[in-house]
């Protein structure tokens, strides 16, 4: 490609970045579990982000907002999200052995609401 190409094409990527970023006061991502993950692997990640990793699983405990769907799949995407929030900005990475994905539509549901972080 003509560098030309490659300038313009440069500058549709960056508008588009500030498109996001102002549509909805700026550019967020959440981190969810994928669903093609077994279970048991989900439930692994879920145990660590909850443990060791220090994410903050109050609110998927019973009877608390994100308690509901009760499956290893809502509880692994609160866990993950919230551990990614929490530690982003100090480099932490939400990789979980491949255990979770990037969205940027917002996961939260009902009273379930899953943080974002500047």
């Not at 440069?10 to 498109?19: F, I, K």
């Not at 109050?58 to 499956?71: F, G, R």
Request: negative net charge; contains cysteine; glycine residues 6%.
């Amino acid at each position: 490609m003509s560098s030309a190409l490659h300038r313009i094409l440069l500058v549709l990527c960056l508008v588009s970045l500030l498109l996001q970023m102002t549509a909805g006061g700026g550019f967020r991502e959440w981190w969810i579990a994928d669903e093609q993950t077994p279970d048991e692997d989900l439930l692994k990640a879920l145990d660590w982000a909850c443990g060791k990793g220090g994410a903050d699983c109050s609110k998927i405990q019973v009877n608390q907002p994100c308690y509901h769907p009760n499956t290893i799949k809502d509880h692994a995407s609160y866990a993950f999200n919230n551990y990614y929030q929490k530690f982003k900005n100090k480099g932490a990475t939400c990789y979980f052995n491949s255990a979770a994905i990037i969205t940027d539509l917002d996961p939260s549901h009902n009273s379930c609401k899953f943080e974002t972080v500047p």
